[in-house]
């Protein structure tokens, strides 16, 4: 049986290409006691990918040359020499870009189909949902009456972000990239307004028109020229959640600053950047509330489904071209 696999050839200048993805065919190892073989069903391509594709020290370890990518997948156990996971079991957790991987369990969650679809545990049941809903509680303690911006709103993280801040009583505004993205905003999961900065000339007003009371929070999945137009209508003790810069993530020379120390100053504003693993010790927490607002119909979700696995890699490029709505996900 042969086993396909998609690995980094070449390290990206700009924006990434297909060009620095190889595709190859491989063995599949058979399995040894304590060892299980996995079908990959789902992938998440997800933003910081990017990241990891360069040589450079972060949260995480780069991905190596010539060796498969990584990200979070839905797999089925289809061969078990470990007891704790039977044929037919659905898991999670981060594992190759392969159509088949062999495990011992580490790192994987199994997840229950009955509970929910199976790829909610790539997205609001996941990583997804666990980032909006403890970096938003956790930075930017949502108060009654607050607003609450966010931008990306139509991405897999900011359209929850969004739903929860309404949950605990904010004013919610959506930045996103077309008007079927802002309608999608207000009509399915209840932003109070949404922009399209595609087609705004001024971002600065346009934000200042949908927040008259100015900005409580700001929950920042872009950076760039957009945050700093919300940023220019922080209120005093305002809170900025520093989650993505997709804006800058194909930048061939890095962006010095912020230069918005000034605001934060003059409004005693608090900005924090965080990745999930901070709040690794409220997992159970988030996934205990998620699931409850979910199954409550407190939280709705949507996805982007490409067929594929050889699409793996095109579906992971049309990120940077807002080619999704809610989770981008490659079904196998």
Known sequence: MKNSAILLNKRPVGRPTMEDFKFVEQEVPAIKDGEFLLKTLYVSVDPYLRGRMIDAKSYVPPFQLNEPMSSGVIAEVIESKNPKFKIGTFVSGYLDWKEYNVSTGAGLTPVDPNAASITAYLGILGMTGLTAYLGLKNI??????????????????????????????????????TDEKVALLKDKFGFDEGINYKTTDNMTKAIQAAAPNGVDIYFDNVGGDISDAVMFNLNRLARVVVCGSISGYNDTERSVGPRMQWKLISTSSLMKGFTIGDYANEFPHGMETLTTWLAEGKLAYTETIVKGFDQIPQAFLDLFDGKNEGKMIVKI
């Open 140 to 177: 930017g303690s949502p108060k009654q009456g607050e607003t609450l911006v966010v931008s990306g709103a139509a991405g897999a993280v900011g359209s929850v972000v969004g739903q929860i801040g309404k949950i605990m009583g904010c004013k919610v505004i959506g930045i996103a990239g």
